[in-house]
T-cell receptor
Framework: GQNIDQPTEMTATEGAIVQINCTYQ??????LFWYQQHAGEAPTFLSY????GLEEKGRFSSFLSRSKGYSYLLLKELQMKDSASYLC???????????FGRGTSLIVHP | DAMVIQNPRYQVTQFGKPVTLSCSQT?????MYWYQQKSSQAPKLLFH???????NEADTPDNFQSRRPNTSFCFLDIRSPGLGDAAMYLC??????????????FGPGTRLTVL
């Protein structure tokens, strides 16, 4: 299994940049996912990292360092609609099922 | 559009009264999952199917059962709901693979209230 740690809550200003960190411990790593979940709704897939480095997708980027057991999700040009919970999920080697962290609640204010 | 559908979106039941939640998918994915999520917590995997093979998580109470009659449909049965079972129940699907993203696609969830 994994031990996944994310900050519980973050706040940021509309138009700014925010970085949401995720650290994990696993005996064998096979991929890290970020999901966005608006209140009362289902999680939606944002990104997947399996190799070290930065994956950019529009306003969202995700970074992975396997040696440090660390990832971050970077959100640029924040919009009010980005207020949501951001879930980090890690997949063990040999498994097809990720384990979810408890998520970081991001509040974007004007 | 290919999707994961859950019915109903909101379910109210009485303490001890059996309830069934349903999930269907048009993605033709061979894996279907049921998660329980309580407020501000991580989704907790209850069980999953790979095709017809049922996989129960070790800490899933016996009170929770599941059926998958075909590729498209999966049901969650709660035999005797307790107050602690009030939660959002999420159905998800994916392809099965240990390489590539094989990300999960989630339905909108069913919010269960137990009175």
């Amino acid at each position: 299994g994994q031990n996944i740690d994310q900050p519980t809550e973050m706040t940021a200003t509309e138009g700014a940049i925010v970085q949401i960190n995720c650290t994990y411990q696993t005996s064998g790593f096979n991929g890290l996912f970020w999901y966005q979940q608006h209140a009362g709704e289902a999680p939606t897939f944002l990104s997947y990292n399996v190799l070290d480095g930065l994956e950019e997708k529009g306003r969202f980027s995700s970074f992975l360092s396997r040696s440090k057991g660390y990832s971050y999700l970077l959100l640029k040009e924040l919009q009010m609609k980005d207020s949501a919970s951001y879930l980090c999920a890690v997949r063990d080697k040999g498994s097809y099922i990720p384990t979810f962290g408890r998520g970081t609640s991001l509040i974007v204010h004007p | 559009d290919a999707m994961v559908i859950q019915n109903p979106r909101y379910q109210v039941t009485q303490f001890g009264k059996p309830v069934t939640l349903s999930c269907s998918q048009t993605l033709n994915h061979n894996v279907m999952y049921w998660y329980q999520q309580k407020s501000s917590q991580a989704p907790k995997l209850l069980f999953h199917y790979y095709d017809k093979d049922f996989n129960n998580e070790a800490d899933t109470p016996d009170n929770f059962q599941s059926r998958r009659p075909n590729t498209s449909f999966c049901f969650l049965d709660i035999r005797s709901p307790g107050l602690g079972d009030a939660a959002m129940y999420l159905c998800a699907t994916s392809t099965r693979g240990t390489s590539g993203s094989n990300e999960q696609f989630f339905g909108p969830g069913t919010r269960l209230t137990v009175l």
